[in-house]
């Protein structure tokens, strides 16, 4: 199950440019959030901040607290155990090339020194089908390279990739912006579905998709969070001008 | 900034504006064929309607296309939804204005007489209804809009008062019942054009303030707060 996403007095730079003031953010457990807001506003910087991905970036620094369902993020647990917890998926369907299907989907449980091939087959068929590509790719998983599918089909298979390690939240930086609209109905839909059992929280420049898939939607601006709403007051009355002049186009 | 979409938005006002202004025009001169039993002017709020719902399919034309192909959002998604009901509300005062001049039509065969109702007081305040509601689109104003619901009231209770005199006098007098019921009819069809201006107002408050005020319904919140005060009455009995 989803965890709930506590954000309080997150700050982030890239060396001395500071990219993130004082965030403040609760996301709820099993919904989707949306993180909308013009190139540069820090959004995605903020989800990168989420799984401690941000202090990758050489110069990099973040201060403030995130707390995920009861774990603080900063304070008593490695990166590396931190991302079992919390999956990504990125702009670019990412799968590793040379391998099969199936090898792509159990990298991570490979990597977590996982070895019961009996269990291991369950869990690929289970991420496969929950990212609703094992119809589709059932009869060669073991023979076809991840880099054979088709873009969309890449993108679930990277969905299935983050699944496979049950992570409670799931973070998807522009999933769907080098897909076409079919890849990206399929992709919205499991979504949908999957925030059953995930906390999602997706960065879109689409606002059509955060309308479509999300309960919650902030606004960032210049690296703050200008108004955070259900999505339906965000996108037929915002507070804030300045959201209300770029999800309807007056800049930005 | 999207500038065909900005463009579009300005056309769907300038059309609205002149169905506005033809549909508080029909108004006017229906009520002053009536006051004036003028056939000339029934003729021209006759064809007066034919540019009214020229406009009507016009106007939903360009909001269809602009909602299909520009995904309005926000203040420009509400003042299109607005300007789709208000058409639709405008056309419908061309229509009572035709029912009107057709009163009238009918009137001026018959003899002339003296009836106690006071059909002038009640069109200009019906004619000041269409016309702030207008206004008050014009202007962007909540506040305007807000002062045409208040209105809707004093127009309800010309009607009901007309009915009341008017009824005495087809019973008091029969040979003037045509003409009372001529003038009964004229009351209502004014009390109905006073609707519509309400429904304007409310639809450029729904536009400005993204509030929804009609009907007197409490929203979700109050809604609940209220069925719970209501089960807690019904418990204590």
């Known amino acids: 199950m989803g965890v709930g996403i506590q954000v309080e007095n997150l700050n982030a730079w890239y060396g001395s440019t500071q990219a993130l003031h004082d965030i403040r953010l609760n996301m709820e457990a099993n919904h989707a959030t949306a993180l909308i807001g013009p190139s540069g506003c820090g959004k995605s910087t903020f989800i990168r901040c989420l799984n401690r991905m941000h202090e990758t970036t050489p110069g990099a620094r973040v201060e403030g607290n995130v707390k995920i369902g009861q774990l603080d ?180 | 900034m999207r500038t065909r979409f900005q463009q579009g938005l300005d056309e769907l006002r300038q059309k609205l504006l002149r169905q506005g202004g033809l549909a508080e025009q029909a108004v006017e001169r229906a009520c002053r064929a009536y006051l004036d039993r003028d056939l000339s002017k029934c003729q021209m709020v006759l064809e007066g309607e034919t540019l009214i719902n020229i406009c009507e399919r016009e106007i939903d034309e360009l909001a269809f296309d602009l909602l299909a192909m520009q995904q309005p959002m926000a203040g420009d998604l509400r003042f299109i939804l607005a300007i789709t009901k208000i058409n639709s509300d405008l056309e419908r005062v061309g229509d009572q204005a035709v029912n009107i001049a057709e009163r009238v039509m009918d009137m001026v065969a018959l003899p002339a007489v003296d009836l106690p109702v006071d059909i002038a007081r009640m069109s200009a305040a019906v004619s000041a209804m269409v016309r702030r509601s207008l206004e008050s689109f014009i202007d962007a104003k909540a506040e305007l809009a807000q002062a045409v619901l208040e209105m809707d009231n004093v127009v309800d209770r010309m009607r009901d008062e007309a009915f009341i005199v008017l009824v005495k006098t087809m019973n008091d007098h029969p040979e003037t019942t045509r003409q009372a019921l001529d003038a009964l009819l004229v009351a209502r069809n004014l009390e109905r054009v006073a609707d519509h201006a309400t429904n304007i107002a409310e639809d450029v408050i729904f536009w400005v303030r993204g509030a929804d005020v009609r009907h007197n319904v409490p929203r979700d919140g109050e809604a609940q707060a209220a069925a719970a005060e209501a089960q807690s009455a019904t418990e204590a009995h």
Not at chain 1, 109 to 127: A, C, P, T
Not at chain 1, 172 to 194: H, N, R, V, W, Y
């Open chain 1, 73 to 252: 993020a900063y304070d008593g647990i490695s990166p590396t155990l931190l991302r079992r917890r919390i999956g990504m998926v990125f702009q670019k369907p990412n799968p590793f090339p040379t391998m099969s299907i199936y090898d792509n989907v159990a990298a991570g449980l490979k990597l977590n020194g996982y070895n019961n091939r009996k269990e291991m087959d369950q869990i690929v068929e289970r991420s496969l089908a929950s990212s609703a590509l094992w119809d589709e790719v059932k009869d060669f998983i073991h023979k076809k390279s991840g880099a054979s599918l088709s873009g969309g089909q890449q993108q679930r298979l990277c969905i299935a990739r983050a699944l496979a390690v049950e992570p409670e939240v799931l973070l998807m930086d522009e999933p769907c912006s080098a897909l076409d609209p079919i890849s990206t109905g399929k992709i919205e839909e499991l979504i949908f579905q999957l925030k059953t059992q995930y906390t999602i929280v997706i960065v879109t420049h689409n606002m059509q998709q955060a309308a479509r898939v999300a309960e919650y939607t902030g606004f960032f601006l210049l690296g703050r969070m200008v108004e955070f709403d259900k999505t339906e007051k965000i996108f037929t009355n915002p507070s804030d001008k300045r959201t209300e002049d770029y999800i309807t186009g007056r800049f930005g």
